[in-house]
């Protein structure tokens, strides 16, 4: 799978972010995304109660935010250059893609939360994306 970080604002007014990997395309028309999130989750609430998040579709040379956005370090955003889009939202610098995400729809479905969103805008880089298989993180290999 790719590997994402999801990000938003928390009412507090900070970023919030965490690493993904269960990010989908749902539909093309309207474009929607899927992700879920672990409802034991400290960072659940936070995406429960946001308007808007970013996924971040990270670059294979992002091992390290991927790491740093899956622990549980207070500040995740400290040393990671980002930016802020037109919603106020955390772009992180270097990305494969971006997209910005509105929430149509949340549904528990087991231990976990599903989180179904319209895309607003998207924005691609021309690096190759991060991927995760087997345990391990992979780089894109040939085309077949």
């Known amino acids: 799978t790719g590997i994402t970080v999801v990000t938003t604002r928390?009412?507090?007014g900070g970023f919030v972010g965490l690493t993904v990997n269960?990010?989908?395309a749902l539909s093309l028309q309207p474009p929607l995304v899927l992700w879920s999130l672990r409802c034991t989750s400290p960072s659940l609430p936070v995406f429960q109660g946001a308007e808007r998040f970013v996924v971040n579709v990270l670059a294979e040379a992002q091992v390290e935010v991927s790491r740093r956005f899956a622990?549980?370090?207070p500040d995740k955003f400290d040393g990671v250059a980002h930016?802020?889009?037109t919603t106020g939202l955390p772009l992180l610098h270097?990305?494969?893609a971006w997209?910005?995400?509105r929430t149509v729809s949340q549904q528990l479905a087991g231990d976990h939360c599903l989180f179904i969103a319209e895309v607003e805008r998207f924005t691609a880089s021309e690096l190759a994306p991060l991927l995760f298989?087997?345990?391990?993180y992979f780089a894109l290999g040939s085309r077949l």
């Open 10 to 12: 928390a009412s507090t």
């Open 22 to 24: 269960s990010f989908s």
């Open 71 to 73: 622990s549980p370090l």
């Open 83 to 85: 930016a802020e889009s």
């Open 94 to 96: 270097g990305a494969a």
């Open 99 to 101: 997209f910005e995400c």
């Open 133 to 136: 298989h087997a345990g391990g």
